[in-house]
């Protein structure tokens, strides 16, 4: 079974339109990432949640934002996609953070087209 | 997070040879994992090394950190069709820090 859910698993919107993705998880980890991945291209982290605490990447832009209701769920909103902004998105998590905790467990990702 | 280098980008196999994946860093790695995508699949926690000179296997690959800890390397024996990927090292402190990936295509 399937420990880290990404919905919906694909996406088109418009230039523009605001869109949601989730990510909900089964592992009752404290650790919650966002990736993008180009076509290509390794992934490449946007933030993170530490339990509560939200960590943002010094060059994800505004335009992304991310919500952490509760231990299971993480939202990344992205309130004006560009067609910059078409990439597979990923979810993560972790048991901890640090170097011994950090084996990353990825949910099947949402791959967003914006036209 | 630690950049890390990798090399080859791209590497075309004849099924049955092997061959191998570096990773590269300028720095003194915490330790180092290693992921695998499949063709429009996520990534795959493969291993962790952490100590100097380490070497891990898993069947036909074999997972190596060098001695100053400043580079990895994986090594596939006997390449299959289900080898077929993108083979990601990640250098590891509180967040993970990717390579550009080896992206494996195989000739049956």
């Known amino acids: 079974d399937a420990m880290v859910i990404q919905n919906p698993r694909y996406q088109v919107t418009q230039f523009g339109k605001p869109v949601t993705l989730s990510c909900s998880q089964t592992?009752?980890?404290?650790?919650m990432y966002w990736y993008q991945q180009k076509s290509s291209q390794a992934p490449k982290l946007l933030f993170h949640?530490?339990?509560?605490?939200?960590?943002n990447e010094a060059d994800t832009p505004d335009n992304f934002q991310s919500r952490r209701p509760n231990t299971s769920f993480c939202f990344l909103d992205i309130r004006s996609p560009g067609l910059g902004d078409t990439a597979m998105y990923l979810c993560?998590?972790?048991?901890?953070?640090?170097?011994?905790?950090?084996?990353?467990?990825f949910g099947a990702g949402t791959r967003l087209s914006v036209l | 997070g630690q950049q890390v280098m990798q090399i080859p980008q791209y590497q075309h196999v004849q099924e049955g040879e092997d061959f191998t994946t570096y990773c590269n860093s300028s720095?003194?790695?915490?330790?180092i994992q290693w992921y695998k995508q499949r063709p429009g699949g996520h990534p795959v926690f493969l291993i962790q090394?952490?100590?100097?000179?380490e070497v891990k296997k898993q069947k036909r690959l074999t997972f190596q950190f060098g001695e100053a800890k400043k580079n990895s390397s994986l090594h596939i024996t006997a390449t299959q069709t289900t080898d077929v990927g993108t083979y990601f090292c990640a250098s590891n402190d509180y967040k993970l820090s990717f390579g550009a990936g080896t992206t494996v295509t195989v000739r049956a």
């Open positions: 090394l952490v100590k100097s000179g």
């Open positions: 993560a998590t972790s048991r901890e953070q640090g170097a011994r905790g950090n084996i990353q467990y």
């Open positions: 949640y530490y339990d509560k605490d939200f960590n």
């Open positions: 592992l009752n980890h404290n650790v």
């Open positions: 720095t003194t790695l915490s330790n």
